[in-house]
């Protein structure tokens, strides 16, 4: 079993930055995929950004692609999520997410960090 916990969310102005952190326990990240994903009031949850289990491979969502970047520390069990240029839209409750190797869907999930980001 593998816990996830988000942290780092908060106010922003537009335009700014925050970093956010994905701490896994319970088990090592270096064999899970891990994904971001977001959602805003009223909405679905979206995919925000992935980086496979060995850091080589990212992937973002459209709506974040050269704003954000995902990268992951396996040696300390956590994944981060640099935001920069952000903008209200990106106002959302982030998730993390971790997937076993082989598994179709995410397995692990977070409770979220509230980011908000003002105009």
């Known amino acids: 079993q593998v816990q996830v916990a988000e942290s780092g969310g908060g106010l922003v102005q537009a335009g700014g930055s925050l970093r956010l952190s994905c701490a896994a326990s319970g088990r090592t990240l270096s064999n899970l995929a891990m994904g971001w994903f977001r959602q805003a009031p009223g909405k679905e949850r979206e995919f925000v950004a992935r980086?496979?289990?060995?850091?080589?491979?990212?992937s973002y969502a459209d709506s974040v692609k050269g704003r954000f970047t995902i990268s992951r520390d396996n040696a300390k069990n956590t994944v981060y999520l640099y935001m920069n240029s952000l903008k209200p839209e990106d106002t959302a409750v982030y998730y993390c997410?971790?997937?076993?190797?082989?598994?179709?869907?995410?397995?692990?999930w977070g409770q979220g960090t509230q980011v908000t980001v003002s105009s």
């Open positions: 997410a971790a997937q076993r190797m082989g598994s179709g869907s995410y397995d692990y």
């Open positions: 980086i496979n289990w060995g850091g080589g491979m990212t």
